[in-house]
């Protein structure tokens, strides 16, 4: 009895060896990713040379409501209304959703599965086949009622990365729509810039007018004393009539600018009619907040955006690796299940069954590999985005900062052209209606001043405009602080190989 024992136990541990070499050799021929990597990085934001072109300046970044610093109200209601009724808003945060529903769909994949089902069927069976009497050759009506469950041991990980996958695709669905929300601003600002200009210009064209009007009234009143002639009287009739046309044209681009504004409001064009005249200030002093460019990562949401695709990437390449090894489901089922409905509800109708189900890749033609490599591209190319959004923004504060300095050295000389032209053009006046000087004297010297106020006006406008710009280069008021912490692969070239 003993031997027997014994020779049992070598019967099992050889049976289990053999198992265990078998498994190994099957693990050995199935497919794999040998040769197969990345080693594309993301660049660090204090690797870049920027310390000249944006200096540490002790400011800050800009507020949510950086437009307020115009102290002009209705560009912010208009901005408030636009992220109300916005359409291209509204396509973000349906992006937003569909990935939020995504991630749920990759949750449900981690749990088991339980589910109900009843069925009904009629039929005859066959008095020659597997069914014996006294139901071959009869018809019989089958009731089944089952619980059933399943369950994905997920043992190499593939459902939870796809789940952190998604998670972060939907970080960076919520980035994409904040950089919806950020241009959407902008442009609205921008816009309303653009509409206070041409007033300023158009007030520039009015004065020209009531300048030529004047110098059409001089010149008539000198030809009647023989100092001019007719020549000077139709030029200045034409010059004035050249301001007027002038005048029109900025009317027109007026009411061009409030559609424009409508409709990046997502509203008809009647509503951009309802836009009084603008009134922005000069705005806050411009300078650069301190830890610039390490903090601008988590401030801009493109770059926050771009750093949440890479992570996603990194656990799309896992879910590819994982695809190589074994896969166990389990599964279970219990009800009932009889022939007519009278015995269903009995104990005897009770069916119950449980197994596991193994699917391990052996031979698949590349298949694996193939996507693997797919994984791989899409994660260079994730990589090489993020790169290239940080050097982007990087070169659009540094622009931005470079041209608003510009700007403000010019407005000094501009400033003080516009005054001796004003003066100049007041002297030429005086000279021309006292018989001192001729009209050719006074209408260079006319087109000095109005050139030089023009001057003036572009450059406070293109000097706002370069200010919303920069606010804009520096994230517009918004910040991440799961970026500004890094995402869950912090290295994530390292968690792809």
Sequence with gaps: MKSQLNGNAVSAR????????????????????????????????????????????????????????????????LLDEALKDSPTLEQARARVAAAAAYSETAKANTLPQVGASYSYSRQQYSSNALVPPPYAGSWQSE????????????????????????????????????VVKLTLNETIARAYNQFARLYALRDIAQQEIVQREKIDRITAGRIATGLDTEVERKTAQANLATSRATL???????????????????????????????????????????????????????????????????????????????DINLSASLGLDAFGFGRLLTAASRTMSAGSAIHLPIFDGGALRAQLKGRYAEFDYAVATYNQT?????????????????????????????AAARRADELALTQYKAGLTNQLTVLNAETNALAADESVANLKMNRRDQQIALAAALGGGYSDAAARDEPKSANPVV???
Aim: glycine letters at 6%.
């Design 248 to 326: 029109s044209a900025l009317d027109g681009s007026i009411t061009s600018t409030r559609y424009q504004i409508a409709a990046l409001l997502g509203a008809g064009p009647d509503r951009g009619l309802s836009i009084a005249r603008p009134a922005l200030g000069i705005g806050d002093e411009v300078r650069l907040p301190d830890n610039l460019p390490a903090d601008l990562v988590s401030r801009r949401p493109d770059i926050v955006a771009a750093r949440w695709r890479v992570d996603s990437m990194t656990h799309e390449v896992k879910v590819a690796k994982a695809e190589f090894y074994p």
């Design 495 to 497: 968690a792809a190989r």
């Design 390 to 418: 940080l050097v982007t923004a990087l070169s659009a504060v540094a622009t931005q900062l470079a041209q608003i300095r510009s700007t403000d050295a010019q407005l000094v000389d501009a400033e003080v052209a516009q």
């Design 14 to 77: 050889i049976a289990k060896a053999s198992v265990t070499v078998i498994f190994v050799a099957v693990l050995s021929a199935c497919a794999n990713y040998a040769g197969i990597h990345s080693d594309k990085e993301t660049a660090q934001p204090q690797s870049y040379a920027t310390e000249q072109s944006l200096p540490a300046e002790q400011g800050h970044w800009p507020a949510a409501r950086w437009a307020d610093q115009f102290g002009d109200a209705q560009l912010g209601a």
């Design 143 to 178: 009731n089944k009622a089952l619980l059933s469950a399943s369950y994905d041991l997920d043992l190499w990980g593939k459902n939870r990365e796809a789940l952190k996958a998604a998670l972060s695709q939907l970080q960076a669905s919520q980035a994409d729509a904040e």
